[in-house]
């Protein structure tokens, strides 16, 4: 069974840091671009960023608003995935969610997601 | 930066067909992908490359896309389909970019 579970999500105060990990069981972690996006409570999805595979020399990608204060890694021997945030705002409070994408055809999708952490970020 | 922009709310009695439409600058030139997320639970995904189904998502999930816009089509809705709905689609510059969601509501 693909599963993804993250950890590490709790309460840290505005200018902290925090470092997310997700667990992967199930499929071959090591082929799959991984994806964060993350959810303020009640409000819609947004892609927090993406490493690529060791093929695509993990590359990774970032959306504009944590560019510069969030990274992404991976560590394919543990099949695991981590979101390290720094000088996190208030604005950052949600659910986070790691992701596994499905690429084909020059285009990906996320088909696996884990049940989410939740960041709150509050003094 | 790319958007995309979905209705908030459709509602649709049961057994009849919902769609759902997201609308962003040249869609029809992107692949666009939509997920289902139900209250609590985390998102799914229902639809990708505009009309592909993943194993185990019902055959009354379709999609299209063309334009500016992207279509869900949900035939026959059951009461298991209300939920939210999100489109989603790559872009070279902004990277992935979600639409604003849309809550369908089974009457």
């Known amino acids: 069974e693909v599963q993804l579970v993250e950890s590490g999500g709790g309460l840290v105060q505005p200018g902290g840091s925090l470092r997310l990990s997700c667990a992967a069981s199930g499929f071959t972690f090591s082929d799959h671009y991984m994806d964060w996006v993350r959810q303020a409570p009640g409000k819609g999805l947004e892609w927090v960023g993406r490493?690529?595979?060791?093929?695509?020399?993990?590359?990774?990608d970032y959306a504009a608003s944590v560019k510069g204060r969030f990274i992404i890694s991976r560590d394919d021997s543990k099949n695991s995935l981590y979101l390290q945030m720094n000088s996190l705002k208030t604005e950052d409070t949600a659910f986070y969610y790691c992701?596994?994408?499905?690429?084909?055809?020059?285009?990906?999708?996320?088909?696996?997601w884990g049940q989410g952490t939740l960041v709150t970020v509050s003094s | 930066s790319y958007e995309l922009t979905q209705p908030p709310s459709v509602s649709v009695s049961p057994g009849q067909t919902a769609s759902i439409t997201c609308s962003g600058d040249k869609l029809g030139n992107k692949y666009a992908s939509w997920y289902q997320q139900k209250p609590g639970q985390s998102p799914v995904l229902v639809t990708y490359q505009d009309n592909k189904r993943p194993s185990g998502i019902p055959e009354r999930f379709s999609g299209s896309n063309s334009g500016n816009t992207a279509t869900l089509t949900i035939s026959g809705t059951q009461a298991m389909d209300e939920a939210d709905y999100y489109c989603q689609a790559w872009d070279s510059s902004t990277g992935y970019v979600f639409g604003t969601g849309t809550k369908v509501t089974v009457l």
């Open positions: 992701a596994r994408a499905h690429c084909s055809g020059g285009s990906c999708s996320l088909d696996c």
């Open positions: 490493t690529r595979n060791k093929v695509n020399f993990y590359t990774t």
